[in-house]
């Protein structure tokens, strides 16, 4: 079999078997690159000021940060504003989302009818990588609709119309509120003179009270002077009957004296006449003694005397009186039980009066209570009232709108990559450079020393099989930089120092191109170094976030030095000049001198020729697949 038939056949299976192991190994690192979304370092700024709504703190942007750290979307990341400005710049977060100052004041306005959407501020990068942003878009969504979608435009659009008819209900019930404090305060007045009244009548039942026991008093005195005038009374009556009985017996006496004397006195003025005595004198007193006795007779027992019939009549009324004065003290005794009643009835009155005018007291202390509490109560009604909102027809649909989707997302790209924008510049650049790299040594044949110079510095020899890929990569990095502030309308700093970078990166490919080459061979080296290029364009980050690999490629990310070339290129392009620029451009000269220590190195140990056939001169292209060179 011919060398050229080996080539063509060599060539052939690269040519069927470099796709699909190029198919077979991204399906393996993107199988399923939607699990590993919140692995993506993602930096969230709270410069929320909070504000004040109904006397309440609102404090919206921490309620933000809360939940979106919970919900793990993504790896966020709480940071100052500078330290995510740096963080998107450098690429260590793959962007930043900032609440801005004004986002609780904007929330706190969505009633007023001239509210303001609350903003979330996004600043993409694709420097950092050309996925990332998509990714982040399709975050943000996610995050916008969990915040501020959760209510329609049309329910909350009959929140508002509610809010009219509440509002609408609150001024009625503030102007029933104010008939009620009308009507406590008549109340009140009406409570305070019955107060007052309460307060008479009880000291008129307390001097009630104390005139109802003098009453009981006076009327016990009477009742005992009655029962004593009832007994003295008896006592009369019965000495009276004594008496008329007495007068009787005196009666009869005198009766019969008087009998005795008519019937002595009248022989004795008969002796008295004839024995020659008389005298008018004596005989006079004799009829004055027989009158007498007759007169004493007749007092004492004739009831028609006015002696015996003024001591009957006596004992009559004596009678009577004793009667009368026992029913007085009958009648006493019962005024007196009566008023000793009346007197316990009028304590307990009194008693009754005292608690009616206490009562009346906590009523009117109530009512007065009652008065205040529903003039504060119609005037926070009409307070409330004026507070619930009343729009208009547009300031409700303009509100509607606001509540229902209270958050805008104000997105910036500062590197776009769309449109073959500044942002696609280290991904594409760098990995442009490395195929160039690759394919010059694919290309161009190294020039042989001649047979005279076997003895030359195996170091100058292998320094001047640089000249040619050295130039392509001058004129690469040239052109690419070129483009770079043409056609991607990037805007570096120092365009010196972007070239400088290309040019870095561009030696360290054809460098490590070379190292493949020599080591392996033209046609394997390169089909060597494509496969490490394909690899590399999975773990260097800046197509695909490198978070979203499988572990092996997150391994190998920091040994790839499309890592190093790719930031370096971000670097230069934002200016910075920072500790990560410094050491990808440390790595890079490492590579570049490293690879030319060992490509030499490597010669060294194989200085014999394996071609025979005369060298082509310096620079010369070939014209077949070339052959293994070392």
């Keep these: 079999m011919s060398r050229r038939t080996h080539l063509t056949r ?40 909070g504000a004040d709504l109904d006397g309440t703190r609102l404090t919206a942007g921490d309620d933000v940060v809360d939940a979106l750290v919970e919900s793990g979307d993504v790896n966020w990341q709480v940071v100052t504003l500078d330290e995510a400005t740096d963080g998107v710049d450098d690429g260590r977060y793959y962007f930043s989302v900032v ?20 903003r979330l501020d996004v600043v993409y990068n694709d420097h950092n990588s050309l996925v990332a942003t998509p990714v982040g878009e399709s975050v943000m969504a996610q995050v916008r609709s969990a915040v501020s979608e959760t209510i329609g435009e049309q329910t909350v659009d009959q929140v508002l119309l509610g809010l009219g008819d509440v509002g609408k209900g609150l001024a009625d019930a503030a102007a029933g509120a ?14 305070t003179e019955l107060a007052a009244g309460s307060a008479e009548l009880s000291a008129g039942l307390g001097e009630a009270y104390a005139g109802g026991l003098e009453l009981a008093d006076g009327t016990g005195q009477l009742a005992a002077g009655a029962a004593e005038a ?76 006015d002696y015996r019939g003024g001591l009957e009549s006596a004992a009559a009324g004596a009678a009577e009186l004793n009667t009368g004065l026992g029913e007085l003290s009958a009648g006493a005794g019962e005024l007196d039980a009566g008023a000793g009643e009346l007197a316990s009835g009028l304590g307990q009155l009194d008693a009754g009066g005292v608690q009616l005018r206490d009562g009346l007291g906590q009523l009117l202390d109530g009512v007065g209570q009652l008065d205040a509490g529903s003039a504060e109560l119609a005037s926070g009604l009409a307070d409330g009232a004026q507070q619930v909102p009343q729009f208009t027809d547009s300031e409700r649909v303009t509100t509607a709108g606001v509540i229902s989707s209270p958050v805008a997302v104000s997105e910036r790209n500062i590197a776009p990559a769309a449109g073959f924008g500044p942002g696609v510049i280290p991904a594409l650049m760098s990995v442009l450079l490395f195929l160039i790299g690759i394919l010059t040594w694919f290309v161009v044949r190294p020039p042989r ?22 130039a392509v ?77 499988p572990a092996p490629l997150r391994w190998l990310h920091d040994l790839m030095p499309l890592t190093y070339a790719r930031n370096a290129i971000r670097m230069s392009l934002v ?56």
């Design 575 to 630: 200016g910075y000049w920072g500790p990560r620029f410094w050491l990808a451009i440390a790595v890079l000269v490492v590579l570049v001198a490293g690879s030319v220590a060992l490509t030499i190195w490597w010669r060294s140990r194989h200085r014999e020729d394996d071609d025979p056939t005369p060298s082509p001169e310096p620079g010369e292209l070939t014209d077949q697949f070339p052959v293994s060179v070392r």
């Design 230 to 305: 009832a007994a003295g009374s008896g006592e009369l009556s019965t000495g009276l009957g004594q008496l008329v009985a007495g007068t009787d017996e005196l009666g009869a006496g005198a009766t019969q004296i008087s009998e005795v004397i008519d019937t002595v006195v009248g022989p004795l003025a008969d002796a008295i006449v004839a024995a020659g005595l008389s005298d008018d004198e004596i005989l006079g007193q004799i009829q004055q003694l027989r009158d007498g006795a007759r007169q004493i007779a007749y007092e004492l027992s004739d009831p028609n005397a």
């Design 99 to 118: 609440i801005p100052e004004d986002f609780s004041a904007d929330i706190a306005s969505a009633a007023s009818g001239n509210g303001e959407k609350a």
């Design 10 to 49: 060599t060539a052939l299976a690269a040519l069927v078997i470099a796709p699909l192991a190029l198919l077979g190994f991204y399906m393996w690192a993107l199988w399923d690159p939607g699990d590993t979304v919140s692995r993506l370092p993602v930096a969230i700024v709270n410069a929320d000021a």
């Design 178 to 191: 104010q008939q009620l404090n009308d009507g406590t305060g008549e109340a009140l007045t009406g409570t």
């Design 449 to 470: 020393r001649p047979h005279g110079r076997v003895h030359e510095s195996i170091v100058r020899e292998g320094l001047r099989r640089y000249r040619v890929p050295a």
């Design 473 to 549: 990569t001058v004129a690469a990095a040239a052109l690419m930089a070129v483009l770079s502030m043409t056609v991607a309308d990037a805007e570096p700093p120092s365009a010196l120092a972007l070239f400088a970078v290309l040019l870095l990166v561009g030696a360290a490919a054809v460098a490590t191109a070379r190292l493949f080459t020599v080591v392996f061979g033209a046609v394997v080296g390169t089909f060597v170094g494509l496969g490490a290029l394909m690899i590399q364009i999975f773990a260097f980050g800046a197509v695909y976030p490198i978070e979203q690999m």
